[in-house]
Antibody, heavy 122, light 106 residues
C-alpha cells in the first residue's frame, strides 16, 4: 500500500533552518510528484500549499510566499523527498505534510504523510 | 489570485441529518475543485476530486457537485465519524485551500 512516512518533530531557534524528510513506499517514486503543505497550530488554522517537486522531470514549483526560503529535493535511490525551510520565524511554527501528487503538475492529494510538527521558539 | 470562500464557518448538526457545505471561487475554475476531511491530530483525507468524483474508499453518503464558481459538498446522513473540518482545494499550478467548515455535533 502507498505510504509516506515523515521524520519526527523538530524544535528550532528563530533564524535557524529545518529539513523534513518524507520516505515513500508502495508505488513507483518517479511516476508521481510530491507536494508539501503546512498547517499552523490551533483551531481554525487552514492549509497552506508550499511547493511541488517532480522526481521524474526535476521540475519544481514554489509558493511565491516562500520561494526565497524553501528548497525541495528528492532522492530516487531511497524514494525520499525533502523539504528545507531557512530563516525560520515563529510564523513558521506548523505541522508540515508531504503528499503524493501528479508528476506533471500539482493536482489533488490522494495520499498524505502523518505530518511533522516544527516549533520555532527561543 | 483565485480565492476560495467556504461557508458556513461552522455547521451544527445532529447524527443522521443532512449536511451541505459550500465553496465559492472568486473566478471560474471549471471543475478543478476537491474536498478534504480533517479530524483532530490527523492528516487531511481526500473525499472528492474534479468536483464530483469520490476518492478511493470514500462512502457514498459523500457527494460533490458544481462547476465554475459554486460548489457544494453534501453528506447525506451524518455518521459520528463525519464530525470534522472540511476544506475545499483548487487544483492549479499553485493550489490553494479554503479556510474550512467545521461540522460539529448539535
Amino acid at each position: 500500500q502507498v505510504q509516506l512516512v515523515q521524520s519526527g518533530a523538530e524544535v528550532k531557534n528563530p533564524g535557524a533552518s529545518v529539513k523534513v524528510s518524507c520516505k515513500t513506499s508502495g508505488y513507483t517514486f518517479t511516476t508521481y510528484g510530491i507536494s508539501w503543505i503546512r498547517q499552523a497550530p490551533g483551531p481554525g488554522q487552514g492549509l497552506e500549499w508550499m511547493g511541488w517537486i517532480s522526481p521524474q522531470s526535476g521540475n519544481i514549483k514554489y509558493s511565491q510566499h516562500l520561494q526565497d526560503r524553501l528548497t525541495l529535493t528528492t532522492d530516487s535511490s531511497t524514494t525520499t523527498a525533502y523539504m528545507e525551510l531557512t530563516s525560520l520565524t515563529s510564523d513558521d511554527t506548523a505541522t508540515y505534510y508531504c503528499a503524493r501528487d501528479q508528476w506533471e503538475q500539482p493536482n489533488f492529494f490522494h495520499y498524505w504523510g502523518q505530518g511533522t510538527l516544527v516549533t520555532v521558539s527561543s | 489570485e483565485i480565492v476560495l470562500t467556504q461557508s458556513p464557518a461552522t455547521l451544527s448538526l445532529s447524527p443522521g441529518e443532512r449536511g451541505t457545505l459550500s465553496c465559492r471561487a472568486s473566478q471560474n475554475i471549471g471543475r478543478n475543485l476537491g474536498w478534504y476531511q480533517q479530524t483532530p491530530g490527523q492528516a487531511p483525507r481526500l473525499l472528492i476530486f474534479d468536483a464530483s468524483n469520490r476518492a478511493t474508499g470514500i462512502p457514498a453518503r459523500f457527494s460533490g457537485r458544481g462547476s465554475g464558481t459554486d460548489f457544494t459538498l453534501t453528506i447525506s446522513s451524518l455518521e459520528p465519524e463525519d464530525f470534522a473540518v472540511y476544506y475545499c482545494q483548487l487544483r492549479s499550478d499553485w493550489p490553494t485551500f479554503g479556510h474550512g467548515t467545521k461540522v460539529e455535533i448539535k
